[in-house]
């Protein structure tokens, strides 16, 4: 079996999807090295999950996604008990205290896509 790769997806990616993958990968928030580009078709085959921070991006997601698509793809916040169907909050026109809101919902999500991960790799 292989290893599970993941894929977060957002307009801009330069806070809500770089901090749900810093959440993800060690639950630190250092992501001076992570850096945005365009979704591509081949993506839809070389991630096993692709999740969108918000609708908006699910939607233009499906839009793109190959016939051959093979990567599991949703919301991030589908994920989390009684968050399925939200976007992330979006921080980057608010207050700094909106970072927190963010961080606390992706650390939310990475925390339940590790358990769920376990059940389907375990």
């Known amino acids: 079996m292989t290893s599970p790769a993941i894929l977060f997806v957002c307009l801009g990616n330069i806070c809500r999807s770089p901090l749900a993958e810093a959440a993800f990968r060690s639950h630190g928030v250092d992501i001076s090295r992570y850096r945005g580009r365009q979704v591509e078709a081949a993506d839809f085959r070389r991630f096993s999950h692709i999740f969108a921070l918000d609708l908006d991006n699910l939607a233009a997601l499906r ?11 949703g919301l991030l916040l589908d994920l989390v008990d009684g968050m399925e169907g939200q ?17 606390e ?18």
């Open 63 to 73: 839009r793109i996604e190959p016939a051959d698509a093979t990567a599991k793809i």
């Open 105 to 122: 919902q992706v650390d939310r999500a990475a925390l339940a896509l590790v358990a769920q991960l376990g059940r389907e790799h375990g």
């Open 87 to 103: 976007a992330v909050a979006d921080p980057y026109y608010g207050p700094d205290e909106g970072f927190e809101e963010t961080w």
